[in-house]
C-alpha cells in the first residue's frame, strides 16, 4: 500500500516554542492531506485539511494562529504548533488522500506523540 | 453537520466472533472506512465500502446499508491481537472532503 511518512515520530519541547511536524507521501502525489489530534483514549478529532498550493481548511474551535499549516507540494504537508504549551501535548496523525482518490483509502503517518514541558 | 455513533466498549471471547456497529448522519457521503488502532500506535486500514453489501477479507469483513446510514465491522475467529480501537469513519461527497472520525469502540478479548 502506499506510504505516509511523518516525522518526528516524538518531540519534546519547552513550553513557549514552536514545533514542527512533517508530513510526507512518499509514493503518491496528496492534493488532500487531514491533520488529527488524539488525547489519550478518545478518538481521532479533525483539525483542518490541507490542499497543496491554497490555506487550509480549519475545523471549529482550531486556532489557525497557533496551528500552521502548509500544503507546499503534492507530497509534503507541514503542521507547526506554536507557542506550545503543554495542554498542547497530544499524539498529532496527518492523514494524506491520493490525486483522483475519489474511492480509495486515507493512508495515516504514523503519528507525532508531542508532550510540551 | 456530522454525527457518528459506535459503541464505547465490547468484550469477546478468543475464538468467537463480534460484530461492532456503527451509525452515521452527514451531509452528503462517499464511503466508509474501517480501522484498527492498537494503543500508541497510528489507525491502520481494515475496509472501505462505498456501496451498500457485505465486503469480505479474511477474518474481518464490512457491510454498509446507505439508505439506513448504518454499517456493521464483523471480526471472525477472533484472536489476542484483536484486542485494539476500531474507527468507523465517513468520508464527505467529493475526495478533498473531510474524513471524520467517529469516537471508536475498544474491544477486549479474553481467553
Known amino acids: 500500500g502506499a506510504v505516509v511518512s511523518q516525522h518526528p515520530s516524538w518531540v519534546i519541547c519547552k513550553s513557549g516554542t514552536s514545533v514542527k511536524i512533517e508530513c510526507r507521501s512518499l509514493?503518491?502525489?496528496?492534493?488532500?492531506m487531514f491533520w488529527y489530534r488524539q488525547f489519550p483514549k478518545q478518538s481521532l478529532m479533525l483539525m483542518a485539511t490541507s490542499n497543496e498550493g491554497s490555506k487550509a481548511t480549519y475545523e471549529q474551535g482550531v486556532e489557525k494562529d497557533k496551528f500552521l499549516i502548509n500544503h507546499a507540494s503534492l507530497t509534503l504537508s507541514t503542521l507547526t504548533v506554536t507557542s506550545a504549551h503543554p495542554e498542547d501535548s497530544s499524539f498529532y496523525i496527518c492523514?494524506?488522500?491520493?490525486?483522483?482518490?475519489?474511492?480509495?483509502?486515507?493512508?495515516f503517518g504514523q503519528g507525532t506523540r508531542l508532550t510540551v514541558v | 453537520g456530522q454525527n457518528i455513533d459506535q459503541p464505547t466498549e465490547m468484550t469477546a471471547t478468543e475464538g468467537a466472533i463480534v460484530q461492532i456497529n456503527c451509525t452515521y448522519q452527514?451531509?452528503?457521503?462517499?464511503?466508509l472506512f474501517w480501522y484498527q488502532q492498537h494503543a500508541g500506535e497510528a489507525p491502520t486500514f481494515l475496509s472501505y465500502?462505498?456501496?451498500?453489501g457485505l465486503e469480505e477479507k479474511g477474518r474481518f469483513s464490512s457491510f454498509l446499508s446507505r439508505s439506513k446510514g448504518y454499517s456493521y465491522l464483523l471480526l471472525k475467529e477472533l484472536q489476542m491481537k484483536d484486542s485494539a480501537s476500531y474507527l468507523c469513519?465517513?468520508?464527505?461527497?467529493?475526495?478533498?472532503?473531510?474524513?471524520?472520525f467517529g469516537s471508536g469502540t475498544r474491544l477486549s478479548i479474553r481467553p
Open positions: 509514493d503518491f502525489q496528496a492534493t488532500t
Open positions: 465500502n462505498v456501496l451498500d
Open positions: 492523514s494524506a488522500v491520493s490525486r483522483g482518490g475519489m474511492n480509495t483509502e486515507a493512508f
Open positions: 469513519a465517513v468520508r464527505g461527497y467529493s475526495s478533498a472532503s473531510k474524513i471524520i
Open positions: 452527514t451531509s452528503g457521503f462517499n464511503g
